[in-house]
């Protein structure tokens, strides 16, 4: 802008110039118009010379958090963590941007939401739109034969961001993988389990797991009549069907990607499905499905899951759903997706009342091809994970805090150091500095001689369980005024016994 300003006065000078020149040595009328229109086009190049008035925000698709958000945020973060290591996983990390080219190939038209990093005169770099690419590449470099792994971090999409149902253009996702050899199904089975666990410890309310498998999915597309090289389209069209209805789906198919309407029709009346077991017993005694290599496959990998569903308690949770695709390309079998039910009325013109999904909260499946793509021999890994959609959930439960008013604790403080007395400063210091040396969470003012109630206060307001009260009669006696902030009471605790006691407190609490 300022560039803009110092050329403004000289270009204005020239125009003038200019034109006086045109007019003195130029007749034909038509050229000196010509010479015009470059003129304002060089200008209107220079932009506005005005200084513009900055406005201080966050840019489009992120937000920041306060404290009390956030405390929210890390009890679900501690919720997840713990499931994950309940079932074994270990962590890791990998960098925010990766080779442009790592990225490029696993996403089909989710692609264009990648952020490009603009050239340093170096390496082309894109910031990461997932977790699971990254950690194909890292199984694949590191040449990995099987891990359990979780990882927890922030992913980058350049999508039009929805910002009050959790949709943003930085956020964080909550991955679990599992990459090896391993017997059909049991990986699969216990990631469906992890989401039920994790759903239901947060008390989000009621879910439902979808479940489908990719190669029932392009088994069912060959049936149904749509050329192989179209499957991945049709697919992302298909995944849609979660956000919009089956009529806009359907014209998607026909006229933006020319399928033929008798082949849209069949796929509706397959997407329109839904159940358990019964469900695959009727697929099975579909001629045309059993005909279907991918198809057949695609129904014995459904039948097995949904049997160890069964067994981990979860078959409830879940439903076997036709319509389910998820449209990333690198998916290869299995796939599924948690999504919170409520009672919602259509808004197609129609009067049906109907279950609908409120919002997609954890996804994944299985991708046994992506750790190949980057392994020099084409070694391929089978991997199968979920993903956390953990941005949706905080915001389900940073609206229920503040529907409920309910406090929410910002801090870990066990104990606070107080006293009612002048010149006490540095004997609160040394207790406070004992109180630290023996792991205890604790805080004092940082006022030389701050009044007791004011104290009482802040310890009540922060929700700090304990006071420490001491003055001279305390220090006379080698004692410590043990106050409970919330009933009020209080003990002299002899000094020497004070770290014991409060362990003792907060160990019973």
Known sequence: MAA????????LHLCKRHAGMLQRYCSDASQISEEVEKLLSLKEKLGDARPQKFQLKTPKGTRDYN????????????????????HGAETIDTPVFELKETLTGKYGEDAKLIYDLADQGGEILSLRY???VPFARYVAMNKINNIKRYHIAKVYRRDNPA????????????????????????????CVKIVAEILSE?????????????LLLDGMFAVCGV???????ICSAVDKLDKTFWEDVRSEMIDEKGLDPEVADRIGEYVRLNGKLELVEQLMQDEQMMKNKMARQGLEEMKLILTYCQLFGVLDKVSFDL???????????IIYEAVLTAEKAQTDGTDKNEPV???????????????????????KVPCVGVSIGIERLFSLMEARAEKSEEKVRTTETQVYVASGQKNMLEERMKLCNLLWEGGVKTEISYKKNPKLLNQFQYAEEHGIPLLAVIGEQELKDGVVKLRNTRTREEENIPREKLLEEIRSRFSSS
Do not use: H, W
């Open 227 to 233: 050329p192989e090289d179209k499957f991945r389209t």
């Open 357 to 379: 999904g409120v919002g997609s909260v954890a996804g994944g499946g299985r991708y046994d091809g992506l750790v190949g793509m980057f392994d020099p021999k084409g070694k």
């Open 130 to 132: 997932d977790l699971t």
């Open 163 to 190: 910002m009050t149902r959790g949709r943003y253009r930085e956020f964080y996702q909550c991955d679990f993988d599992i990459a090896g050899q391993y017997d059909l199904m049991i990986p699969d089975a216990e």
């Open 323 to 333: 319509s389910l695709a998820r449209g990333l390309d690198y998916y290869t079998g």
């Open 202 to 214: 947060l008390n989000v309310g009621d879910f439902i797991i979808k479940l489908n498998n990719r």
């Open 67 to 86: 404290p009390r958000q956030m405390a929210i945020r890390e009890g679900v973060f501690k919720t997840i963590v713990e499931c994950f290591k309940r």
């Open 4 to 11: 803009n300003l110092r050329l403004f006065g000289p270009m």
